[in-house]
Protein backbone atom coordinates (compact mmCIF):
# COMPACT_ATOMS: atom_id res chain seq x y z
CA UNK A 1 0.00 0.00 0.00
CA UNK A 2 2.47 2.04 1.07
CA UNK A 3 4.57 1.83 -2.24
CA UNK A 4 1.56 2.26 -4.22
CA UNK A 5 0.71 5.38 -2.25
CA UNK A 6 4.10 6.87 -2.89
CA UNK A 7 4.14 5.59 -6.74
CA UNK A 8 1.30 7.75 -7.11
CA UNK A 9 2.89 10.94 -5.17
CA UNK A 10 6.19 10.36 -8.16
CA UNK A 11 3.48 10.54 -10.70
CA UNK A 12 1.64 13.47 -9.68
CA UNK A 13 5.23 15.23 -9.02
CA UNK A 14 6.66 14.01 -12.35
CA UNK A 15 3.49 15.35 -14.20
CA UNK A 16 4.55 18.31 -16.25
CA UNK A 17 7.57 15.63 -17.12
CA UNK A 18 5.50 13.06 -18.23
CA UNK A 19 3.00 15.31 -20.52
CA UNK A 20 6.12 16.61 -21.95
CA UNK A 21 8.55 13.18 -22.60
CA UNK A 22 4.71 11.63 -23.81
CA UNK A 23 4.14 15.08 -26.31
CA UNK A 24 7.73 15.22 -27.51
CA UNK A 25 7.40 12.31 -30.47
CA UNK A 26 4.77 14.71 -32.63
CA UNK A 27 6.10 18.19 -31.11
CA UNK A 28 9.55 17.48 -32.19
CA UNK A 29 8.47 16.08 -35.60
CA UNK A 30 6.38 19.30 -35.75
CA UNK A 31 9.06 21.49 -35.03
CA UNK A 32 11.34 19.91 -37.60
CA UNK A 33 9.14 19.10 -40.08
CA UNK A 34 6.89 22.53 -39.89
CA UNK A 35 8.09 25.02 -37.68
CA UNK A 36 12.06 25.04 -38.69
CA UNK A 37 10.39 24.98 -42.90
CA UNK A 38 8.23 27.79 -42.15
CA UNK A 39 11.09 29.72 -40.33
CA UNK A 40 13.48 28.99 -43.65
CA UNK A 41 11.16 30.15 -45.74
CA UNK A 42 10.96 33.65 -43.46
CA UNK A 43 14.49 33.87 -44.02
CA UNK A 44 14.29 32.68 -47.49
CA UNK A 45 12.19 35.90 -48.12
CA UNK A 46 14.62 38.24 -47.83
CA UNK A 47 17.56 36.62 -49.18
CA UNK A 48 18.77 37.44 -53.41
CA UNK A 49 17.59 35.04 -55.81
CA UNK A 50 20.70 34.37 -58.32
CA UNK A 51 20.58 31.90 -61.21
CA UNK A 52 21.77 28.24 -59.72
CA UNK A 53 22.09 29.48 -55.90
CA UNK A 54 20.18 32.03 -53.30
CA UNK A 55 22.78 34.54 -52.57
CA UNK A 56 23.02 35.52 -48.77
CA UNK A 57 22.34 39.38 -49.59
CA UNK A 58 19.70 40.72 -46.91
CA UNK A 59 17.22 42.51 -48.87
CA UNK A 60 13.66 43.62 -48.85
CA UNK A 61 13.28 43.93 -53.10
CA UNK A 62 11.39 40.64 -53.07
CA UNK A 63 8.78 42.01 -50.92
CA UNK A 64 8.85 45.15 -52.86
CA UNK A 65 7.96 43.36 -56.18
CA UNK A 66 5.63 40.87 -54.73
CA UNK A 67 3.79 44.18 -53.42
CA UNK A 68 4.07 46.69 -55.87
CA UNK A 69 4.22 44.59 -59.21
CA UNK A 70 0.82 45.10 -60.92
CA UNK A 71 0.37 41.14 -61.59
CA UNK A 72 1.21 39.86 -57.92
CA UNK A 73 -0.77 42.71 -56.62
CA UNK A 74 -3.92 41.88 -58.90
CA UNK A 75 -3.84 38.13 -57.91
CA UNK A 76 -3.47 38.72 -54.09
CA UNK A 77 -6.40 40.65 -54.16
CA UNK A 78 -8.07 38.40 -56.19
CA UNK A 79 -7.37 35.87 -54.03
CA UNK A 80 -8.22 37.83 -51.02
CA UNK A 81 -11.63 38.09 -52.46
CA UNK A 82 -12.01 34.66 -53.83
CA UNK A 83 -11.56 33.33 -50.48
CA UNK A 84 -13.96 36.19 -48.24
CA UNK A 85 -17.13 35.38 -51.46
CA UNK A 86 -16.35 31.53 -50.82
CA UNK A 87 -15.90 31.58 -46.80
CA UNK A 88 -19.44 34.07 -46.85
CA UNK A 89 -20.95 31.77 -49.17
CA UNK A 90 -20.00 28.33 -47.65
CA UNK A 91 -21.25 29.51 -44.34
CA UNK A 92 -24.21 31.19 -45.41
CA UNK A 93 -25.44 27.95 -46.82
CA UNK A 94 -23.86 25.53 -44.13
CA UNK A 95 -25.95 27.21 -41.43
CA UNK A 96 -29.21 25.98 -42.13
CA UNK A 97 -28.00 22.71 -42.30
CA UNK A 98 -26.14 22.31 -39.14
CA UNK A 99 -29.53 23.29 -37.73
CA UNK A 100 -31.54 21.32 -39.81
CA UNK A 101 -29.48 18.31 -38.43
CA UNK A 102 -29.33 19.72 -35.06
CA UNK A 103 -32.61 20.61 -34.19
CA UNK A 104 -34.96 18.65 -36.59
CA UNK A 105 -33.32 15.50 -37.23
CA UNK A 106 -33.77 12.45 -35.15
CA UNK A 107 -31.19 11.88 -32.38
CA UNK A 108 -30.71 8.66 -33.79
CA UNK A 109 -29.87 9.51 -37.38
CA UNK A 110 -27.81 12.55 -36.51
CA UNK A 111 -24.73 10.93 -37.17
CA UNK A 112 -25.78 9.17 -40.42
CA UNK A 113 -26.60 12.70 -41.69
CA UNK A 114 -23.31 13.63 -40.78
CA UNK A 115 -21.67 10.80 -42.43
CA UNK A 116 -23.57 11.64 -45.65
CA UNK A 117 -22.28 15.57 -45.56
CA UNK A 118 -18.41 14.19 -44.70
CA UNK A 119 -18.57 11.45 -47.72
CA UNK A 120 -18.33 14.14 -50.66
CA UNK A 121 -15.27 15.70 -49.17
CA UNK A 122 -13.29 12.42 -48.73
CA UNK A 123 -13.64 11.40 -52.36
CA UNK A 124 -11.03 12.06 -54.69
CA UNK A 125 -10.27 15.95 -54.45
CA UNK A 126 -8.92 16.90 -57.95
CA UNK A 127 -11.80 14.25 -60.24
CA UNK A 128 -14.35 16.58 -57.77
CA UNK A 129 -12.68 19.49 -59.24
CA UNK A 130 -12.38 18.63 -62.91
CA UNK A 131 -16.51 17.29 -62.33
CA UNK A 132 -17.28 21.05 -61.90
CA UNK A 133 -15.87 21.53 -65.31
CA UNK A 134 -17.98 18.89 -66.52
CA UNK A 135 -21.04 20.40 -64.69
CA UNK A 136 -19.95 24.19 -65.50
CA UNK A 137 -18.95 24.08 -69.33
CA UNK A 138 -20.18 24.93 -72.30
CA UNK A 139 -21.64 21.80 -73.21
CA UNK A 140 -21.65 20.70 -69.53
CA UNK A 141 -24.90 19.49 -67.31
CA UNK A 142 -25.95 22.95 -66.46
CA UNK A 143 -25.96 24.32 -69.89
CA UNK A 144 -27.54 21.23 -71.57
CA UNK A 145 -30.20 21.25 -68.67
CA UNK A 146 -31.32 24.79 -68.85
CA UNK A 147 -31.41 24.71 -72.70
CA UNK A 148 -33.20 21.29 -72.93
CA UNK A 149 -35.85 23.26 -70.46
CA UNK A 150 -35.69 26.32 -72.78
CA UNK A 151 -34.67 28.98 -70.16
CA UNK A 152 -31.64 30.39 -71.81
CA UNK A 153 -31.08 30.20 -75.86
CA UNK A 154 -27.47 29.86 -75.81
CA UNK A 155 -24.37 28.70 -73.51
CA UNK A 156 -23.88 30.41 -70.57
CA UNK A 157 -20.09 31.23 -70.82
CA UNK A 158 -19.76 33.62 -67.40
CA UNK A 159 -20.17 30.22 -64.99
CA UNK A 160 -16.55 28.45 -66.33
CA UNK A 161 -13.10 29.28 -66.71
CA UNK A 162 -13.16 32.43 -64.38
CA UNK A 163 -13.74 33.94 -60.64
CA UNK A 164 -17.56 32.51 -60.77
CA UNK A 165 -16.36 28.77 -60.85
CA UNK A 166 -13.75 28.96 -58.60
CA UNK A 167 -15.84 30.24 -56.18
CA UNK A 168 -18.79 27.57 -56.50
CA UNK A 169 -16.08 24.75 -56.99
CA UNK A 170 -14.67 25.77 -53.45
CA UNK A 171 -17.58 26.38 -51.67
CA UNK A 172 -18.83 22.89 -52.50
CA UNK A 173 -15.14 21.80 -51.68
CA UNK A 174 -15.20 23.23 -47.86
CA UNK A 175 -18.82 22.68 -47.38
CA UNK A 176 -18.58 19.91 -44.19
CA UNK A 177 -15.47 21.56 -42.81
CA UNK A 178 -17.88 24.69 -42.26
CA UNK A 179 -21.24 22.39 -41.17
CA UNK A 180 -19.19 20.15 -38.64
CA UNK A 181 -18.39 23.68 -36.23
CA UNK A 182 -21.52 25.38 -36.46
CA UNK A 183 -23.05 21.45 -35.84
CA UNK A 184 -21.25 20.91 -32.41
CA UNK A 185 -21.96 24.74 -31.45
CA UNK A 186 -26.02 24.42 -31.95
CA UNK A 187 -25.91 20.82 -30.23
CA UNK A 188 -24.28 22.63 -26.90
CA UNK A 189 -26.92 24.88 -26.54
CA UNK A 190 -29.07 23.85 -23.91
CA UNK A 191 -32.73 23.67 -25.30
CA UNK A 192 -34.74 25.07 -21.66
CA UNK A 193 -32.98 28.57 -22.72
CA UNK A 194 -35.31 28.23 -26.17
CA UNK A 195 -38.33 27.64 -24.24
CA UNK A 196 -37.55 30.53 -21.75
CA UNK A 197 -37.40 32.62 -24.24
CA UNK A 198 -40.41 32.13 -26.09
CA UNK A 199 -42.13 31.44 -22.37
CA UNK A 200 -40.76 35.05 -21.64
CA UNK A 201 -42.65 36.11 -24.54
CA UNK A 202 -40.30 36.10 -27.68
CA UNK A 203 -41.20 35.32 -31.04
CA UNK A 204 -39.34 31.94 -32.47
CA UNK A 205 -37.61 34.08 -35.06
CA UNK A 206 -36.48 36.76 -32.17
CA UNK A 207 -35.45 33.71 -30.01
CA UNK A 208 -33.25 32.40 -32.90
CA UNK A 209 -31.26 35.96 -33.24
CA UNK A 210 -31.29 36.63 -29.21
CA UNK A 211 -30.59 33.52 -28.40
CA UNK A 212 -29.48 30.92 -30.40
CA UNK A 213 -27.40 32.89 -32.84
CA UNK A 214 -25.25 34.75 -30.23
CA UNK A 215 -24.49 30.86 -28.61
CA UNK A 216 -23.39 30.16 -32.03
CA UNK A 217 -20.97 32.44 -32.82
CA UNK A 218 -18.05 30.64 -31.71
CA UNK A 219 -19.02 27.46 -34.41
CA UNK A 220 -19.38 30.47 -37.05
CA UNK A 221 -16.29 31.89 -36.13
CA UNK A 222 -14.43 28.59 -36.07
CA UNK A 223 -16.01 27.66 -39.42
CA UNK A 224 -15.04 31.04 -41.07
CA UNK A 225 -11.30 30.83 -39.92
CA UNK A 226 -11.20 26.69 -40.88
CA UNK A 227 -12.56 27.49 -44.51
CA UNK A 228 -11.06 30.96 -44.99
CA UNK A 229 -7.74 30.19 -44.41
CA UNK A 230 -7.12 27.04 -46.49
CA UNK A 231 -8.99 28.49 -49.46
CA UNK A 232 -6.75 31.22 -49.94
CA UNK A 233 -3.73 28.73 -50.65
CA UNK A 234 -5.68 26.69 -53.06
CA UNK A 235 -4.06 25.33 -56.32
CA UNK A 236 -6.06 22.77 -58.06
CA UNK A 237 -9.18 24.27 -58.45
CA UNK A 238 -8.02 27.75 -59.44
CA UNK A 239 -5.52 25.63 -62.42
CA UNK A 240 -8.92 23.53 -63.05
CA UNK A 241 -11.80 25.82 -63.54
CA UNK A 242 -10.28 28.90 -63.06
CA UNK A 243 -8.93 30.29 -66.78
CA UNK A 244 -6.43 32.78 -66.83
CA UNK A 245 -8.37 35.15 -65.15
CA UNK A 246 -8.91 32.96 -61.89
CA UNK A 247 -5.46 31.91 -61.35
CA UNK A 248 -5.04 32.72 -57.36
CA UNK A 249 -1.70 33.37 -55.38
CA UNK A 250 -0.89 29.34 -54.81
CA UNK A 251 -0.53 29.23 -58.52
CA UNK A 252 2.17 32.05 -58.33
CA UNK A 253 3.91 30.46 -55.98
CA UNK A 254 3.98 27.09 -57.96
CA UNK A 255 4.74 28.99 -61.32
CA UNK A 256 7.82 31.14 -58.62
CA UNK A 257 9.02 27.50 -56.96
CA UNK A 258 8.84 25.21 -59.66
CA UNK A 259 8.60 26.77 -63.44
CA UNK A 260 11.02 30.36 -62.71
CA UNK A 261 13.13 28.36 -59.87
CA UNK A 262 13.08 31.70 -57.75
CA UNK A 263 12.78 30.86 -54.00
CA UNK A 264 12.91 34.08 -52.62
CA UNK A 265 10.44 35.72 -54.90
CA UNK A 266 8.14 32.91 -54.27
CA UNK A 267 8.87 32.83 -51.02
CA UNK A 268 7.88 36.68 -49.85
CA UNK A 269 4.60 36.04 -51.93
CA UNK A 270 3.43 33.00 -49.94
CA UNK A 271 5.04 34.78 -46.75
CA UNK A 272 2.17 37.93 -47.71
CA UNK A 273 -0.69 36.04 -48.63
CA UNK A 274 -0.01 34.13 -45.03
CA UNK A 275 0.46 37.47 -43.36
CA UNK A 276 -2.77 38.90 -44.58
CA UNK A 277 -4.71 36.19 -43.96
CA UNK A 278 -3.49 35.89 -40.47
CA UNK A 279 -4.29 39.64 -40.17
CA UNK A 280 -7.82 39.60 -41.51
CA UNK A 281 -8.51 36.25 -39.23
CA UNK A 282 -7.20 38.39 -35.84
CA UNK A 283 -9.63 41.31 -37.34
CA UNK A 284 -12.42 38.87 -37.50
CA UNK A 285 -11.43 37.73 -34.15
CA UNK A 286 -11.42 40.89 -32.75
CA UNK A 287 -14.58 42.37 -34.18
CA UNK A 288 -16.00 38.60 -32.41
CA UNK A 289 -14.68 38.95 -29.19
CA UNK A 290 -17.38 39.72 -27.21
CA UNK A 291 -18.79 36.13 -28.65
CA UNK A 292 -16.03 33.91 -27.45
CA UNK A 293 -15.38 35.11 -23.93
CA UNK A 294 -18.63 33.11 -22.74
CA UNK A 295 -19.05 30.67 -19.78
CA UNK A 296 -16.91 27.69 -19.87
CA UNK B 1 -39.33 14.66 -38.70
CA UNK B 2 -40.35 18.24 -38.09
CA UNK B 3 -39.49 21.19 -40.14
CA UNK B 4 -40.46 20.77 -43.98
CA UNK B 5 -38.89 23.70 -45.96
CA UNK B 6 -35.51 22.38 -43.47
CA UNK B 7 -35.71 18.97 -45.18
CA UNK B 8 -36.51 20.18 -48.84
CA UNK B 9 -33.35 23.12 -48.25
CA UNK B 10 -31.16 19.51 -46.79
CA UNK B 11 -32.20 17.84 -49.86
CA UNK B 12 -31.30 20.41 -52.13
CA UNK B 13 -28.33 20.81 -50.60
CA UNK B 14 -27.04 17.09 -50.22
CA UNK B 15 -27.92 17.27 -54.31
CA UNK B 16 -25.47 19.85 -54.33
CA UNK B 17 -22.44 18.08 -52.37
CA UNK B 18 -23.07 14.92 -54.42
CA UNK B 19 -23.25 16.48 -58.08
CA UNK B 20 -19.93 15.48 -58.99
CA UNK B 21 -19.97 11.72 -57.28
CA UNK B 22 -22.96 10.90 -59.42
CA UNK B 23 -22.21 12.67 -62.72
CA UNK B 24 -18.84 10.57 -62.43
CA UNK B 25 -20.16 7.06 -63.32
CA UNK B 26 -22.33 8.33 -66.10
CA UNK B 27 -19.05 9.22 -67.78
CA UNK B 28 -16.60 5.98 -67.18
CA UNK B 29 -19.54 4.10 -68.68
CA UNK B 30 -20.01 6.31 -71.23
CA UNK B 31 -18.90 4.76 -74.95
CA UNK B 32 -17.46 8.14 -75.88
CA UNK B 33 -14.32 9.97 -75.91
CA UNK B 34 -15.67 13.30 -75.11
CA UNK B 35 -16.38 14.10 -72.11
CA UNK B 36 -19.88 15.99 -72.34
CA UNK B 37 -23.83 15.16 -72.96
CA UNK B 38 -25.60 13.94 -74.44
CA UNK B 39 -24.11 10.18 -73.06
CA UNK B 40 -23.93 8.16 -76.03
CA UNK B 41 -24.17 4.49 -74.66
CA UNK B 42 -23.04 1.68 -72.21
CA UNK B 43 -19.74 0.47 -72.15
CA UNK B 44 -16.86 -0.73 -69.73
CA UNK B 45 -14.05 -0.32 -72.00
CA UNK B 46 -12.42 2.42 -70.25
CA UNK B 47 -12.24 -0.33 -66.91
CA UNK B 48 -10.48 -2.35 -69.07
CA UNK B 49 -7.77 0.43 -70.58
CA UNK B 50 -7.50 1.20 -66.79
CA UNK B 51 -5.91 -2.50 -66.67
CA UNK B 52 -3.65 -2.10 -69.37
CA UNK B 53 -1.93 1.56 -68.33
CA UNK B 54 1.80 0.36 -66.49
CA UNK B 55 2.37 4.24 -65.33
CA UNK B 56 -0.66 3.90 -63.93
CA UNK B 57 0.23 0.62 -61.92
CA UNK B 58 3.43 2.63 -61.12
CA UNK B 59 1.17 5.77 -59.45
CA UNK B 60 -1.17 3.18 -57.76
CA UNK B 61 2.07 1.27 -55.90
CA UNK B 62 3.78 4.44 -55.27
CA UNK B 63 0.46 6.17 -53.40
CA UNK B 64 -0.32 2.82 -51.55
CA UNK B 65 3.57 2.61 -49.90
CA UNK B 66 3.31 6.30 -49.42
CA UNK B 67 -0.62 6.05 -47.87
CA UNK B 68 0.27 3.17 -45.73
CA UNK B 69 3.88 4.15 -44.31
CA UNK B 70 2.15 7.64 -43.68
CA UNK B 71 -0.67 6.43 -42.06
CA UNK B 72 1.56 4.05 -39.76
CA UNK B 73 3.27 7.28 -38.55
CA UNK B 74 0.53 9.57 -38.46
CA UNK B 75 -1.33 7.59 -36.01
CA UNK B 76 1.30 6.50 -33.68
CA UNK B 77 2.15 10.51 -33.27
CA UNK B 78 -1.40 11.05 -32.60
CA UNK B 79 -1.44 8.32 -30.11
CA UNK B 80 1.38 10.22 -28.37
CA UNK B 81 0.02 13.51 -28.69
CA UNK B 82 -4.06 12.20 -27.83
CA UNK B 83 -2.17 10.44 -24.75
CA UNK B 84 -0.25 13.81 -23.49
CA UNK B 85 -2.97 16.37 -24.09
CA UNK B 86 -5.94 14.12 -22.88
CA UNK B 87 -4.01 12.89 -19.88
CA UNK B 88 -1.36 15.71 -18.87
CA UNK B 89 -1.26 19.31 -17.79
CA UNK B 90 2.61 20.37 -18.99
CA UNK B 91 3.91 23.60 -19.48
CA UNK B 92 3.70 25.05 -22.98
CA UNK B 93 0.79 22.65 -23.83
CA UNK B 94 -1.29 25.02 -25.74
CA UNK B 95 1.62 26.10 -27.77
CA UNK B 96 2.65 22.88 -28.57
CA UNK B 97 -0.60 21.27 -29.53
CA UNK B 98 -1.35 24.60 -31.46
CA UNK B 99 1.81 23.86 -33.71
CA UNK B 100 1.02 20.25 -34.22
CA UNK B 101 -2.52 20.74 -35.29
CA UNK B 102 -1.60 24.13 -37.48
CA UNK B 103 -1.60 21.82 -40.62
CA UNK B 104 -5.30 21.34 -40.04
CA UNK B 105 -5.99 25.02 -41.21
CA UNK B 106 -2.42 26.20 -42.82
CA UNK B 107 -2.37 25.90 -47.06
CA UNK B 108 -1.49 22.47 -48.12
CA UNK B 109 1.00 24.76 -50.09
CA UNK B 110 2.56 26.85 -48.15
CA UNK B 111 3.48 23.43 -46.31
CA UNK B 112 4.91 22.33 -49.88
CA UNK B 113 6.72 24.67 -50.64
CA UNK B 114 8.65 25.12 -47.42
CA UNK B 115 9.44 21.12 -46.67
CA UNK B 116 10.94 21.16 -50.68
CA UNK B 117 12.68 24.57 -49.69
CA UNK B 118 14.39 22.83 -46.38
CA UNK B 119 15.06 19.06 -48.13
CA UNK B 120 16.98 20.51 -51.27
CA UNK B 121 18.92 23.05 -49.16
CA UNK B 122 19.96 19.92 -46.85
CA UNK B 123 20.61 17.91 -50.29
CA UNK B 124 18.07 15.61 -49.78
CA UNK B 125 16.83 13.95 -53.45
CA UNK B 126 13.33 14.25 -53.78
CA UNK B 127 11.65 10.63 -53.23
CA UNK B 128 8.26 9.21 -51.70
CA UNK B 129 9.81 9.36 -48.73
CA UNK B 130 9.91 13.34 -48.59
CA UNK B 131 6.53 12.69 -49.93
CA UNK B 132 5.63 10.63 -46.61
CA UNK B 133 7.08 13.46 -44.36
CA UNK B 134 4.83 15.75 -45.20
CA UNK B 135 1.93 13.43 -45.87
CA UNK B 136 2.90 12.78 -41.55
CA UNK B 137 2.63 16.46 -40.85
CA UNK B 138 -0.92 17.08 -42.39
CA UNK B 139 -2.14 13.30 -41.21
CA UNK B 140 -1.20 14.13 -37.69
CA UNK B 141 -3.66 16.08 -36.89
CA UNK B 142 -6.62 14.41 -38.14
CA UNK B 143 -5.50 11.15 -36.15
CA UNK B 144 -5.14 13.47 -32.71
CA UNK B 145 -8.93 14.63 -33.16
CA UNK B 146 -10.00 10.98 -33.87
CA UNK B 147 -7.91 9.60 -30.91
CA UNK B 148 -8.49 12.35 -28.26
CA UNK B 149 -11.91 11.39 -27.90
CA UNK B 150 -11.12 8.01 -27.89
CA UNK B 151 -8.52 8.70 -25.47
CA UNK B 152 -11.26 11.04 -23.79
CA UNK B 153 -13.33 8.85 -23.01
CA UNK B 154 -11.21 6.36 -21.24
CA UNK B 155 -12.01 5.74 -17.76
CA UNK B 156 -8.99 7.09 -15.72
CA UNK B 157 -9.63 4.59 -12.62
CA UNK B 158 -9.52 1.37 -14.67
CA UNK B 159 -5.57 2.75 -15.15
CA UNK B 160 -5.30 3.53 -11.11
CA UNK B 161 -6.59 -0.05 -10.59
CA UNK B 162 -3.42 -1.68 -12.74
CA UNK B 163 -1.42 0.53 -11.23
CA UNK B 164 -2.67 -0.43 -7.71
CA UNK B 165 -2.38 -4.17 -9.04
CA UNK B 166 1.10 -3.63 -9.71
CA UNK B 167 1.45 -3.54 -13.32
CA UNK B 168 4.05 -0.80 -14.84
CA UNK B 169 3.21 2.10 -16.76
CA UNK B 170 4.11 0.15 -20.29
CA UNK B 171 2.63 -2.81 -19.56
CA UNK B 172 -0.91 -0.84 -18.31
CA UNK B 173 -0.76 0.70 -21.59
CA UNK B 174 -0.45 -2.49 -23.34
CA UNK B 175 -2.94 -4.16 -21.62
CA UNK B 176 -5.46 -1.52 -20.71
CA UNK B 177 -5.66 1.62 -22.19
CA UNK B 178 -4.39 -0.23 -26.02
CA UNK B 179 -7.13 -2.24 -26.37
CA UNK B 180 -10.10 0.30 -25.01
CA UNK B 181 -8.38 2.83 -27.59
CA UNK B 182 -8.20 0.11 -30.32
CA UNK B 183 -11.13 1.00 -32.40
CA UNK B 184 -9.75 4.52 -32.22
CA UNK B 185 -6.89 3.27 -33.84
CA UNK B 186 -7.68 1.51 -36.48
CA UNK B 187 -10.31 4.51 -37.29
CA UNK B 188 -7.39 7.05 -37.21
CA UNK B 189 -5.47 4.49 -39.58
CA UNK B 190 -8.05 4.31 -42.10
CA UNK B 191 -9.07 8.38 -42.23
CA UNK B 192 -5.25 9.09 -42.79
CA UNK B 193 -4.74 6.37 -45.23
CA UNK B 194 -7.60 8.04 -47.27
CA UNK B 195 -6.39 11.71 -46.59
CA UNK B 196 -2.48 10.22 -47.67
CA UNK B 197 -4.13 8.54 -51.19
CA UNK B 198 -5.88 11.72 -52.20
CA UNK B 199 -3.14 13.97 -51.17
CA UNK B 200 -1.93 16.21 -53.97
CA UNK B 201 -0.16 19.23 -53.59
CA UNK B 202 2.82 18.02 -51.42
CA UNK B 203 3.18 14.62 -53.72
CA UNK B 204 3.38 17.51 -56.76
CA UNK B 205 5.52 19.21 -54.74
CA UNK B 206 7.76 16.60 -52.84
CA UNK B 207 7.81 13.46 -55.38
CA UNK B 208 10.63 14.03 -57.58
CA UNK B 209 10.13 11.92 -60.95
CA UNK B 210 8.37 8.87 -58.58
CA UNK B 211 4.57 10.15 -59.70
CA UNK B 212 1.74 9.32 -56.76
CA UNK B 213 -1.65 8.58 -58.00
CA UNK B 214 -3.01 12.01 -57.60
CA UNK B 215 0.21 13.53 -59.56
CA UNK B 216 -0.39 11.13 -62.33
CA UNK B 217 -4.04 12.07 -62.49
CA UNK B 218 -3.23 15.68 -62.72
CA UNK B 219 -1.04 15.40 -65.52
CA UNK B 220 -3.84 13.33 -67.63
CA UNK B 221 -6.05 15.87 -67.62
CA UNK B 222 -4.04 17.15 -69.83
CA UNK B 223 -4.82 14.98 -72.57
CA UNK B 224 -8.56 14.66 -73.43
CA UNK B 225 -8.47 11.36 -74.96
CA UNK B 226 -6.95 10.11 -71.46
CA UNK B 227 -9.95 11.62 -69.72
CA UNK B 228 -13.01 8.88 -69.61
CA UNK B 229 -9.77 6.42 -68.12
CA UNK B 230 -9.58 8.76 -65.10
CA UNK B 231 -13.14 8.72 -65.02
CA UNK B 232 -13.01 4.88 -64.43
CA UNK B 233 -10.47 5.30 -61.73
CA UNK B 234 -12.31 7.66 -60.35
CA UNK B 235 -15.25 5.61 -59.95
CA UNK B 236 -13.51 2.35 -58.35
CA UNK B 237 -11.57 4.91 -55.85
CA UNK B 238 -14.74 6.67 -54.58
CA UNK B 239 -16.08 3.47 -54.41
CA UNK B 240 -13.03 2.74 -52.19
CA UNK B 241 -12.79 5.34 -49.73
CA UNK B 242 -16.74 5.42 -49.20
CA UNK B 243 -15.64 1.49 -47.82
CA UNK B 244 -12.79 2.49 -46.21
CA UNK B 245 -14.74 5.46 -44.46
CA UNK B 246 -17.93 3.20 -43.52
CA UNK B 247 -15.07 1.27 -41.68
CA UNK B 248 -13.59 4.22 -39.96
CA UNK B 249 -16.92 4.71 -39.31
CA UNK B 250 -17.50 1.87 -37.70
CA UNK B 251 -14.45 1.37 -35.53
CA UNK B 252 -15.18 4.84 -34.13
CA UNK B 253 -18.54 4.37 -33.27
CA UNK B 254 -17.41 0.85 -31.55
CA UNK B 255 -14.68 2.61 -29.90
CA UNK B 256 -16.72 5.41 -28.26
CA UNK B 257 -19.31 2.85 -27.24
CA UNK B 258 -16.59 0.47 -25.96
CA UNK B 259 -15.18 3.34 -23.39
CA UNK B 260 -19.09 4.03 -22.48
CA UNK B 261 -19.27 7.34 -23.62
CA UNK B 262 -21.75 8.54 -26.61
CA UNK B 263 -21.96 9.35 -29.96
CA UNK B 264 -21.66 12.88 -30.74
CA UNK B 265 -20.84 13.37 -33.96
CA UNK B 266 -18.98 13.01 -37.26
CA UNK B 267 -14.40 12.68 -38.02
CA UNK B 268 -13.49 16.12 -37.34
Given at each position: ???A ?6 L????A ?7 S ?11 A ?15 L ?23 M ?5 V ?7 T ?5 P ?14 A????L ?22 N ?14 E????I ?6 V??T??HA ?11 A ?14 L?E ?16 G ?44 P ?14 L ?7 LN???L??P? | ?11 G????L?A ?24 T ?7 E??A ?5 K ?8 S ?10 A?R ?20 LV???I ?12 LGV?L ?6 L ?15 S ?8 L ?23 M ?8 I ?12 F???G????L???I????R ?15 V ?30
Amino acid sequence: MMNAESRWAKLRRTEAANGLLMISPPAIYAILMLAAPLGTILLYSFLTDGYLEIIRDFTMANYVEAWTNELYRSVMVRSLGVSMTVTLVTVLLAFPIAYFVSFHVDPSKKALWLFLITIPFWTSYLIRVFLWKVILGYNGVVNSGLLGLGIIDEPLTFILYNVNSVVITLAHAYAPFAILPIFVALEKIDRSYLEAGQDLGESRFMTFIRVTLPLTMPGVIASVLIVFIPTIGDYVTPQLVGGPEGRMVANLIQLQYLKLDNYPLGSAIAVSAMGIVTLVSLIFIGLNRRYLKGPK
Amino acid sequence: MRGGWFKVYAIGYLVFLYAPIIILPMFAFNDATVIAFPLTGFSTRWFSAMLEQPALHIALKNSLFIAVVSSVLATTLGIFASRATTRYRFPMKAGLMGLIMLPLVLPEIIVAVSLLVVLLGLGVSLSLWTVILGHVLICTPFTIAILSSAFQSLDQSLEEAAYDLGESPASTFRLIILPLVMPGIISSLLISFTISLDEFIIAFFLAGTEPTLPVYIFSQFRFPSSVPVIMALGTVLVCMSIVLLACAEYFRRRGIAKAGGKNTGGFL
